[in-house]
């Protein structure tokens, strides 16, 4: 009986760790970033609604072509901005699905990152449209490997920050 146990019990532990796999792979490149048609020195974000309340998508730019996403904090943009200024968020201490990359080319935009919706991590490119320096819309979600692509309509607002986390980090190269 206890053999059977223990078995059993390895047979379990062993099935939970189960390797699912690699994470995807970027499909954007990082590319340093030189152009003026989007805004560097600040946030951009995106706010919904739903039944538990108001949150926001915020993404920081950096002209090495990569990006942070710091979530949709739910306590609101004037504490999350004094989370940054307290070094709560930086490419060092985050997780990876925090991290990706961006192009733009003429009047688009193109960003991809991690989800951790499950395992491995799903890389999904969003992309859109660049209206002004500090606005852009996003219409398409299109994950590379599997050619899946969703319709989206997000307007992304610029909020001038001078506070940045630090975007290095040893996912994106």
């Known amino acids: ?3 059977l146990l ?26 340093p970033y030189e152009g003026k ?10 706010e919904y609604t739903n039944e538990d309340g ?6 920081f730019f950096y002209r090495d072509g ?3 996403y710091t979530g949709a904090p739910v306590y609101g943009l004037e504490v999350f901005e004094q989370h940054i200024i307290n070094g709560v968020f930086d490419g060092n201490n985050i997780s990876k699905y925090r991290l990706g990359v961006f192009q733009i080319k003429e009047d688009s935009i193109f960003f991809e990152r991690w989800y951790p919706t499950e395992r491995p991590l799903k890389a999904w490119i969003k992309s859109g449209i660049i209206l002004n320096d500090t606005t852009f819309h996003i219409t ?3 994950r590379m490997k599997t050619d899946e692509v969703y ?14 986390p630090d975007s290095t980090n040893s996912y994106i190269k």
């Open 1 to 3: 009986m206890y053999y």
């Open 6 to 31: 223990l078995i059993s019990t390895i047979l379990l532990m062993n099935s939970s760790c189960y390797d699912r796999g690699p994470d995807d792979e970027l499909f954007l490149e990082k590319v």
């Open 37 to 46: 048609e989007l805004r560097m020195d600040g946030f951009y974000y995106t």
């Open 54 to 59: 108001i949150f926001w998508d915020i993404y």
């Open 66 to 68: 990569s990006l942070i």
């Open 140 to 142: 398409s979600w299109k």
């Open 151 to 164: 319709t989206k309509d997000e307007i992304y607002k610029f909020k001038q920050f001078n506070y940045k």
